[in-house]
């Protein structure tokens, strides 16, 4: 098992459209047992593959309190049904630091494959419901802070970009 490193906003590679799995063979097993981990160790509800700079359709998930439930969707689709839209108050391990208030749709219907490709659909709510939206997101290289204003986005970069300077 490894921890993975995780890409932080705006490095342009979190803006990859992440490609479909069509093989479930042990390098898919392995990826998905090294995302749960580093998801763990980065206290992460969840987390997709274009964060750690894997550009394959591959989301982990874990809302429960013990940490102890890890869900994996591959290839996920959304449906939104009818309803309406929620605010929560969003965080990303990919902008580490800054929480803002999203609005996505409340009810919806994912469908995804399992670590073995096995079909699979649910129906989530509350903080499943966001976080697979975010996830998928993340997929298609969109990020939480490009639904708030550029002035919000821009200050989240800078500082961003300044706590970078001070690391490397
Ligand atoms: O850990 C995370 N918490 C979170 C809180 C509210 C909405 C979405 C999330 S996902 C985030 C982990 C992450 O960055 N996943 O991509
Ligand atoms: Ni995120």
Same mark, same amino acid.
């Given at each position: ?14 803006? #990859?459209?992440?490609? *479909? +799995? /069509? ?6 097993? #392995?990826?998905? $047992? ?10 992460? +509800?969840?987390?997709? &593959?274009? =964060?750690? %700079? ?11 309190? /013990?940490?102890?439930? *890890?869900?994996?969707?591959? @290839?996920?689709?959304? !449906?939104?049904?009818?309803? @309406? =839209? &929620? *605010?929560?108050? !969003? ?7 800054f929480?803002e208030e999203v609005?996505?749709? /409340? @009810?919806?219907?994912?469908? &995804?494959? @399992?670590?073995?490709? !096995? ?9 499943? &419901?966001?976080?697979? =939206? ?5 997929? %298609?290289? $969109?990020l939480f802070v490009d639904y708030l204003s550029a002035m919000k986005r821009n200050r989240i ?6 706590? =970078?300077?001070?690391?490397?």
């Amino acid at each position: 098992m490894a921890i993975l490193d995780i890409l932080t906003f705006p490095d342009p590679r979190l803006r #990859t459209i992440a490609e *479909p +799995v /069509e093989t479930f063979d042990e390098s898919i097993q #392995t990826l998905v $047992k090294d995302m749960i981990e580093t998801m763990y160790d980065a206290n992460g +509800v969840g987390l997709a &593959a274009t =964060q750690v %700079n894997v550009h394959k359709r591959v989301v982990v998930i874990d809302t429960s309190d /013990e940490r102890d439930q *890890p869900m994996v969707f591959i @290839n996920p689709t959304i !449906e939104v049904k009818e309803g @309406n =839209q &929620a *605010p929560y108050d !969003e965080g990303c391990l990919s902008v580490p630091g800054f929480y803002e208030e999203v609005e996505r749709p /409340e @009810n919806i219907i994912v469908r &995804a494959q @399992n670590e073995k490709g !096995e079909s699979f659909e649910l129906q989530p709510d509350g903080l499943l &419901a966001v976080c697979i =939206q975010h996830e998928l997101d993340h997929l %298609n290289g $969109k990020l939480f802070v490009d639904y708030l204003s550029a002035m919000k986005r821009n200050r989240i970069r800078k500082k961003l970009e300044k706590a =970078q300077r001070l690391k490397v």
